[in-house]
């Protein structure tokens, strides 16, 4: 797994640093910590500093005998590319730092795709919505552009509850995965939330379906429930439980009814109302 993680010099950023090292912990991931300015002059000595200080505080969640993750000198930065640097460790596992100058949203995707990444995390205030220094739209986009899962966490805590909202299109392996992952980081209850089509055939493939799903997490000793509700009814369910549970909507595919159901606006509805995190699947 290849996780990029979107940071810059604000509190919400220095936040989710303490469950990328625990993500990583689990699952032993690349790690590409990107960070975003506007000057292509070259990079910003407060980003600089924010980034090699978050990188040595993932490094110090694991013992030395443990550590996946090469040293390397900070003054090691090369020029890829006009407004592009990085800085990264071979060890046994990969651990890159990146700065790149314009858009935060367009070279986080950018990057992600360039990179192959599996996982976007990213932070944002819950001050006012879901906001990144000052902008409101910054996890929307990357959350709806991604080629990959985007994590969006506004604040951390543990919650009780991941409610994972499921339709007809395909479940990846890896997304199966990242939810078991998350479970596991918050110790807590899956739901798994079926919406179904008044199709013929499309309900018994969805709770086909939720019946392998309950098995995969409970062999994994995650505490697992299945539910279905109507396609109709799903918005509201969805915002209801959004004020405390992390929603995770897997809306990878053309065929993805979550996909259509869930619009931008909607999307967007959820950032600024969901008090801990939503988890976009692919």
């Known amino acids: 797994m290849k996780i990029?993680?979107?940071?810059?010099?604000?509190?919400?950023?220095?936040?989710?640093?303490?469950?990328?090292?625990?993500?990583?912990e689990n699952t032993l991931a690349d790690i590409v910590f990107l960070g975003v300015q506007e000057s292509a002059k070259e990079p910003e000595k407060a980003l600089v500093k924010a980034l090699l200080r978050y990188q040595q505080d993932v490094y110090s969640y694991f013992s030395p005998d443990e550590l996946?993750?090469?040293?390397?000198?900070?003054?090691?930065?090369?020029?890829?590319?006009?407004?592009?640097?990085?800085?990264?460790s071979a060890g046994m596992k990969d651990?890159?730092?990146?700065?790149?100058?314009?858009?935060?949203?367009?070279?986080?995707?950018?990057?992600a795709k360039e990179m192959e990444c599996n996982l976007i995390i990213i932070g944002c205030s819950s001050k006012c919505g879901c906001e990144w220094d000052g902008e409101m739209n910054v996890p929307l986009r990357i959350a709806e552009d991604a080629p990959c899962s985007v994590l969006v966490v506004k604040d951390v805590k543990n919650t009780n509850d991941i409610i994972s909202i499921l339709d007809q299109s395909a479940v990846s392996q890896d997304s199966l995965e990242m939810v078991n992952q998350l479970a596991t980081l918050h110790d807590a209850g899956l739901k798994i939330v079926g919406v179904t089509e008044k199709k013929e055939g499309k309900k018994d493939q969805i709770e086909k379906r939720m019946v392998e799903l309950l098995k995969y997490y409970n062999d994994?000793?995650?505490?697992?429930?299945?539910?279905?509700?109507?396609?109709?009814?799903?918005?509201?369910?969805?915002?209801?439980?959004?004020?405390?549970a992390i929603i995770a909507l897997w809306m990878g595919g053309k065929q993805s009814l979550i996909q259509r159901l869930f619009t931008q606006s909607m999307v967007d509805k959820l950032l600024?109302?969901?008090?801990?995190?939503?988890?976009?699947?692919r």
């Open 4 to 24: 990029l993680v979107a940071l810059d010099t604000k509190e919400y950023s220095k936040k989710i640093v303490r469950d990328v090292a625990r993500l990583a």
């Open 68 to 88: 996946p993750y090469a040293d390397f000198s900070p003054n090691q930065w090369q020029e890829k590319a006009q407004g592009d640097w990085s800085i990264s």
């Open 95 to 111: 651990f890159t730092l990146k700065i790149r100058s314009g858009s935060v949203a367009k070279q986080t995707i950018s990057v």
């Open 220 to 244: 994994r000793k995650i505490n697992t429930w299945v539910k279905v509700v109507d396609s109709a009814d799903v918005k509201d369910y969805v915002t209801n439980s959004s004020r405390e």
């Open 272 to 281: 600024e109302t969901t008090k801990s995190s939503l988890f976009i699947l």
